[in-house]
């Protein structure tokens, strides 16, 4: 499609701005750009157009089934776009005085509690503006912590390979050295294996759980034990809240550190790779070393920001966090309700589990046994047709459907996540498990069809390895 | 039932029995009984209760489109034309995620490509990511990127850069042993202080940071500061968008990295956030930067497309090797940027950034008349400008609530510096109000 910048013609705009009504101050002209930046000269008519046909050309959840694990692509409600476009929300400068801004920090404040309940973790700061900015701040949290009790020796961070790749990195940009823990054959965290490489030096374990595979660690308590006579601590990565949510909390499992990607579980759109929110929370004891500031209420009743928090970790961004964002979420979590949050948890893990037993007649499953909101495919038993878990993906399309999560966890060989979620319908279900089983008969019938999908897209198979060697990045 | 949930008892029922279990608590045997009781959650409630309740915490708020704002800080009071509404509230935009599967993300990606090529084109560099977190941990982010291109782990930043971002520079380079160390102001232009960078300069300076405007809204000498500074120690210029549109690229004039706050370009104030953090370099350093990339290519038939490129640097594939753990970025604000700038086009934002200019000088003009003010610095500024006040800042600022305006930004409150307000002008400030309010102070006492 052309792009914005071949629609230009010199002498339009789309806006008309009202005649300057003050006098004009003097300019050195040094200052000034000799030449102006190239943006496209269009008019409004044009740019509606162009970003309509752009709609066009993406997938979305609202379009059709997304099955993306670990992305938990759920429906985003309209009420919450519609609340947090109200001008007393949208249109608030960071710095007006506190009186003026009672409404939104009563917000901030309640949600904080709210998102302390869910997880069971007794503070949290709603400033980490994604998921990966969220470990970071936690991981930052326990560096803190350890430092200023004496355990200045703690220095690596046990990640399981099962993890989302973020993990490590946020660690490291921690500070911390990472340790990988192998996963055992049922998909979980190799109990032994852990208690071996559990040495003094370790500061914490990034778990997800369930994890990756969809899996529950079963052996959670344990692992806890194991952690706490270590003084190592536990973080959660609370991206796969989604189904768990009102059955079982974080903080009970005994951990101390969790982050949620409020754009996952908590329904606030992922924009096409954001904005998020990625809060924190974190155990009493932890909770002088939150980022600054954090949002009180004084025995007046009134909301203020606190700027002094004893062992703060410092600032994790400018303001706040992402307000818009996390209103969303906070409207989504009164909607449902702490009965709605928990059906909606059920029911992710019913849809997950009714597709793959419904799924496992044809195809194989890298982990047998119930899951919990999603599981992964080991797409290897394709390979005799010749055919790949990507050609799987890319064929998907033509059916309307996005492809699920591929080639991750990196532990099973040409993975498939699937992630249905609970705001699928059943009959939506059984359409795409027909589509799924359909796709693999064409494997063994006709995998041409498949290698060279997908067909119905305006663009083909793109050229990767050439985008990457000739690096054309603007106009 | 609930309205976003859609199953019936019926489907429950059928679907326990295809998997073979009698309850859906049966699919959570494997989870301890640990929470034994409800979330301590408000129950349910309709569409029409939520919205009475969240008007009425709606309606202690005061909002800066009903009251005027002469506030800015870090975040600007821009109009934003409503086209960028109703395209940012489009769903295949909304409810889309990462262009992992770069077939059905074609929109996603054409816009980013166009996005990356308008901030390049403000900036005066290369190349561009597809948007950071904001303004502050786009800093934080270019000065590690720095470190990892000379390998050197010493940064000298002017203490005149907004200080909530120095703030998170400290948070982000404490772990990685980078040294931070700050640059001081000449008093007299407001400027950096020539001879204190001259002095702080050594061998093990990874890299310099100056503001474009700076948080007093004071333009710096670039080329100047380029030339003292050896060729190997990197400059990171943190600027202002809308500027860029009628004033000289930081590029042009020897930047290596440029970044900044986004929000001026189309995004709402938002109470702070979301906006996004821009960040451009030279086109040698791509390699060494964070984020996600866009690039063309075309596919099986010819035809150009977009793909995310340069993976390998990324955390999905390089776990704890990668350049930086951001993930999810801030796409859709990015969005929101790139139809301001379609929309606005070379000539719209030119005109937008010279009224910032005139309208802020008008205000400082007519404030210094009254004599309750007195100028701080000398140096040219770009629509915010700091005064010494004669009267408490605290005072003139609830007079001014009182006539529904937001007056300016108490510095003591950001920088501990007394009696220092910081006024900000855009061109959503009209002559009659910017006579107005400078009316009402000159009767203040
Ligand atoms: C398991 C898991 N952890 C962390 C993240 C990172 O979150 P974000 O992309 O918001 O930084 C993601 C999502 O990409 C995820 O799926």
Redesign the pocket.
């Known amino acids: 499609m052309k792009l914005i910048f071949d629609k230009s013609m010199n002498g339009r705009t789309g806006f008309r701005i009202p005649e300057l009504d003050v006098p004009k101050e003097n300019i050195d002209k040094k200052y000034l750009r000799k030449e102006l930046p190239n943006l496209p000269e269009t008019y409004e008519l044009e740019v509606i157009r162009h970003y309509d046909e752009l709609e066009k050309l993406n997938h979305s959840v609202d379009k059709g089934f997304y099955p993306l694990g670990?992305?938990t692509m759920k429906y985003n409600p309209v009420l919450n776009e519609e609340i947090a476009n109200w001008e007393n929300f949208k249109f608030i400068h960071p710095y007006q005085e506190e009186e003026t801004v009672q409404g939104n920090l009563q917000i901030m404040y309640e949600l904080q509690n709210y998102l302390g309940e869910l997880t069971g973790m007794d503070a949290v700061t709603l400033q980490p503006a994604?998921?990966?900015?969220g470990?970071l701040t936690g991981m930052l949290i326990i560096k803190k912590y350890l430092e200023t009790n004496g355990f200045k020796n703690k220095t690596k961070v046990i990640v399981p390979d099962s993890?989302?790749g973020?993990?490590p990195a946020s660690a490291k940009m921690a500070g911390f050295e990472i340790v990988e823990v192998k996963s055992n054959i049922n998909g979980t965290v190799d109990i032994e294996e852990l208690k071996k490489i559990m040495t003094e030096d370790i500061a914490a374990i990034m778990l997800?759980n369930p994890n990756?595979l969809g899996i529950f660690e079963k052996d959670i308590l344990e692992i806890s034990k194991i952690a706490k006579s270590n003084n190592t601590l536990l973080y959660y990565?609370g991206?796969?809240l989604n189904a768990i949510m009102g059955k079982v909390r974080p903080g009970d499992m005994g951990f101390d550190v969790v982050h949620l990607?409020l754009?996952?579980t908590l329904s606030t759109p992922h924009g096409m790779g954001?904005p998020?929110s990625?809060t924190v929370g974190v155990k009493e004891f932890l909770k002088d070393y939150l980022p600054k500031p954090i949002v009180e209420k004084s025995k007046e009743d009134k909301y203020f920001i606190n700027y002094n928090i004893k062992h703060s970790i410092g600032r994790v961004r400018s303001f706040y966090g992402n307000f818009l964002v996390y209103l969303k979420a906070y409207i989504y979590i009164l909607s449902m309700g702490s009965d709605g949050l928990k059906r909606a948890s059920e029911l992710a893990v019913l849809n997950a589990n009714y597709m793959k037993k419904k799924m496992s007649e044809y195809m194989n499953m890298s982990h047998e046994g119930i899951c919990k909101h999603e599981f992964v495919i080991d797409g290897s038993f394709l390979k005799e047709y010749g055919v790949k878990t990507l050609d799987i993906a890319k064929r998907l399309m033509d059916f309307d459907i996005h492809p699920p999560t591929v080639y991750f966890p990196l532990i099973v060989k040409e993975a498939m996540m699937i992630e249905p979620t609970e705001t699928e319908s059943k009959e939506r279900l059984d359409i795409v498990i027909e589509n799924f089983k359909t796709i693999v008969e064409e494997a063994k019938t006709n995998p041409d069809i498949i290698k060279k999908a997908p067909h119905n897209t305006k663009i083909s198979r793109l050229n990767e390895l050439k985008a990457n060697k000739e690096l054309n990045i603007k106009y | 039932m609930y309205p976003y949930l859609p199953h019936t008892d019926e489907d429950i029922n059928k679907m326990l029995k295809t998997i073979g279990v009698n309850a859906i608590d049966d699919l959570y045997s494997d989870v301890p009984e640990l929470l034994n009781r409800d979330l301590n959650i408000p129950n349910s409630i309709s569409e029409i209760n939520l919205k009475r309740s969240l008007r009425e915490k709606a309606s202690l708020n005061d909002n800066i489109r009903d009251f005027g704002c002469f506030r800015g800080g870090g975040i600007y009071n821009h109009y934003i034309p409503s086209i960028v509404y109703q395209i940012g509230a489009k769903r295949g935009f909304l409810t889309a995620y990462t262009p992992y599967q770069a077939e059905v993300s074609q929109g996603t990606l054409q816009i980013m490509y166009e996005f990356q090529t308008m901030i390049s084109e403000l900036t005066g560099l290369e190349v561009s990511n597809s948007s950071m977190y904001d303004g502050a941990t786009s800093v934080a982010e270019a000065i590690l990127m720095a470190g990892r291109i000379n390998k050197k782990y010493k940064t000298l930043i002017a203490n005149t850069i907004h200080p909530e971002y120095i703030e998170v520079c400290e948070t982000y380079l404490k772990p990685q042993e980078f040294n931070l160390e700050k640059i001081n102001y000449d008093k007299k232009t407001g400027k950096i202080n020539i001879t204190d960078l001259k002095n702080k300069i050594n061998d093990e300076i990874s890299s310099v940071v100056i503001g474009y405007p700076n948080f007093y809204g004071i333009i710096e000498d670039i080329e100047e500061i380029r030339e003292i500074i050896p060729k190997n120690i990197l400059l990171i210029v943190v600027s202002n968008p809308i500027m860029l549109g009628a004033f000289q690229s930081p590029g042009k004039l020897g930047a290596d990295i440029v970044v900044g706050e986004g929000q001026p370009l189309g995004n709402a104030p938002g109470f702070g956030g979301p906006g996004f953090g821009f960040f451009s370099s030279k086109k040698e350093f791509i390699r060494n930067m964070p984020g996600r990339i866009i690039g063309k290519t075309i596919d099986d038939n010819g035809k150009e497309g977009f793909v995310m490129i340069l993976q390998t640097r990324e955390q999905h594939i390089r776990r704890e090797k990668a350049t930086s753990n951001?993930?999810?970025n801030h796409a859709h604000n990015a969005l929101l940027a790139a139809v301001y700038m379609s929309i606005m086009g070379r000539t719209g934002i030119k005109e937008i950034a010279m009224q910032n200019y005139h309208k802020s000088h008008y205000l400082y003009n007519k404030l210094i008349k009254t004599e309750k003010f007195e100028p701080v610095f000398e140096g040219t500024f770009f629509n915010e400008f700091a005064l010494k006040s004669k009267i408490s800042i605290d005072k003139i600022n609830k007079k001014l609530h009182e006539q529904k305006y937001f007056g300016p930004l108490n510095l003591e409150k950001i920088t501990g510096e007394k009696n220092i307000a910081l006024f900000c002008a855009t061109e959503l400030n009209t002559k009659e109000e910017i006579d107005f309010i400078c009316s009402f102070l000159e009767g203040i006492i």
Do not use: Q, R, V, Y
């Open positions: 670990s992305c994604a998921g990966a900015h470990e993890a989302h973020t993990n997800t990756t990565d991206a796969n990607n754009h996952k954001g998020g990625g | 951001i993930c999810s």
